[in-house]
T-cell receptor, first 116, second 113 residues
Framework: AQTVTQSQPEMSVQEAETVTLSCTYD???????LFWYKQPPSRQMILVIR??????QNATENRFSVNFQKAAKSFSLKISDSQLGDAAMYFC?????????????FGAGTILRVKS | DVKVTQSSRYLVKRTGEKVFLECVQD?????MFWYRQDPGLGLRLIYF???????EKGDIPEGYSVSREKKERFSLILESASTNQTSMYLC????????????FGSGTQLSVL
């Protein structure tokens, strides 16, 4: 079974600084997708960034980027120039191809606090 | 933009009650999901559906059932609510495309007393 581990229950960052959230996963699949979702206090889950396992290049979305190490099964999220609005719970998620649907497995989450 | 609507934001029920959580999406998505979210455990998949009247068990289906009579609506049913089912319940939907993201509702915080 696939598992996703986020070893940091909580992280803090100063506004304008950079922070990295860790994620590791376990799978025997060779083709899959990885995601980072953000859940602000409103509870609405928002997709931050996604990575396709067959792509060598790390995904980037504005201030958000990932460090994808396929051999190490590691998928960390880097947030640059942190803003107060980045404060949220962040979930790492793994999805593998299935005959139907796109079932995601989530990690336990990391609470990110941003200090002004 | 896709909208996934959960009928209640907060719900309080008593043990033994039958509870219905409703979810509606407006983008004609094939796939719909029910997750529960608990501190330290993240999101765990209860059930999902990839077509009308089709359902598949997720990782923690015990004590739950689902219904999908129409494509846009996916209901989660707690046959006899118990205190250990107190949790945040999140509904999500997605299309069938391989790289499609999930769209989530705002969640229902259920308390079973």
């Amino acid at each position: 079974a696939q598992t996703v581990t986020q070893s940091q229950p909580e992280m803090s960052v100063q506004e304008a600084e950079t922070v990295t959230l860790s994620c590791t996963y376990d799978t025997s699949e060779s083709d899959y997708y990885l995601f980072w979702y953000k859940q602000p206090p409103s509870r609405q889950m928002i997709l931050v960034i996604r990575q396709e396992a067959y792509k060598q290049q790390n995904a980037t979305e504005n201030r958000f980027s990932v460090n994808f190490q396929k051999a190490a099964k590691s998928f960390s999220l880097k947030i640059s120039d942190s803003q107060l609005g980045d404060a949220a719970m962040y979930f790492c998620a793994y999805r593998r191809f299935m005959e139907y649907g796109n079932k995601l497995v989530f990690g336990a989450g990391t609470i990110l606090r941003v200090k002004s | 933009d896709v909208k996934v609507t959960q009928s209640s934001r907060y719900l309080v029920k008593r043990t033994g009650e039958k509870v219905f959580l409703e979810c509606v999406q407006d983008m004609d998505h094939e796939n719909m999901f029910w997750y529960r979210q608990d501190p330290g455990l993240g999101l765990r998949l209860i059930y999902f559906s990839y077509d009308v009247k089709m359902k598949e068990k997720g990782d923690i289906p015990e004590g739950y059932s689902v219904s999908r009579e129409k494509k846009e609506r996916f209901s989660l049913i707690l046959e006899s609510a118990s205190t250990n089912q107190t949790s945040m319940y999140l509904c999500a939907s997605s299309s069938d495309r391989a790289n499609e993201k999930l769209f989530f509702g705002s969640g229902t915080q259920l308390s079973v007393l």
